[in-house]
């Protein structure tokens, strides 16, 4: 550690210089009773790990003003949803999100959409309803794990490109089951 200028220093000291240790330790492994091997467990309701989620709360916000709502819908329960479709689009690729993980997640549920179809709004509705609430985990698990992975992995282009034509097979609409999750089961 260097010393200010003012502290004394004895002239027939040898100056300290950085020298190796005489044991160097073996490099670390996962040995220990618990520890995960690989990547994490994956499955309905797990969530998708990742590097530095929380700044995706601050990415995903910043579409609050760009939101195209239908009646009933909450500029919250967007976010929140989406958030949690970024966040396991960014664990795909093993790092932290990015603002194209939010844009694709927002244009295939149609919340950039002005005139989105129908079909779209009223999936949503009762999908999304709740998402930011109290007991909103399971909407967001929900949400996440129903979109495709094919979807996650397309560009934010091809995922615009996709929109409106093939929105349910963008969202996962044919691949889940509603019923059960809109009546609370």
């Not at 502290?7 to 044991?23: F, G, T």
């Not at 916000?61 to 195209?68: A, P, V, Y």
């Not at 129903?146 to 934010?156: A, D, F, G, K, Q």
């Not at 615009?160 to 093939?166: E, F, K, L, T, W």
Request: aromatic share 8%; glycine share 12%.
């Amino acid at each position: 550690m260097a010393a200010p200028k003012f502290a004394p220093v004895s002239p027939v000291e040898d100056p300290r210089s950085y020298a190796s240790p005489d044991h160097v330790p073996g490099a670390w492994m996962p040995d220990r009773p618990g520890e995960i091997v690989g990547f994490q467990p994956a499955g309905a309701q797990l969530g998708y790990q990742g590097p530095d989620q929380g700044f995706g709360i601050k990415i995903a916000n910043t579409f609050r003003s760009k939101l195209q709502l239908a009646g009933g819908e909450h500029a919250d329960d967007a976010i929140k949803g989406c958030l949690a479709i970024g966040l396991k689009r960014a664990s795909l690729f093993s790092r932290a999100p990015v603002i194209h993980d939010f844009t694709i997640a927002f244009t295939i549920w149609g919340w950039l959409d002005a005139d989105p179809p129908a079909g779209l709004v009223e999936l949503r509705r009762g999908l999304f309803v709740g998402a930011a609430g109290h007991h909103g985990y399971h909407h967001q698990r929900h949400l996440a794990d129903m979109v495709p992975e094919s979807t996650l992995r397309m560009t934010p282009q091809q995922a615009a490109a996709a929109y409106p034509g093939r929105w349910r097979d963008l969202v996962g609409a044919d691949h889940a089951d509603h019923a059960d999750h809109a009546a609370g089961h």
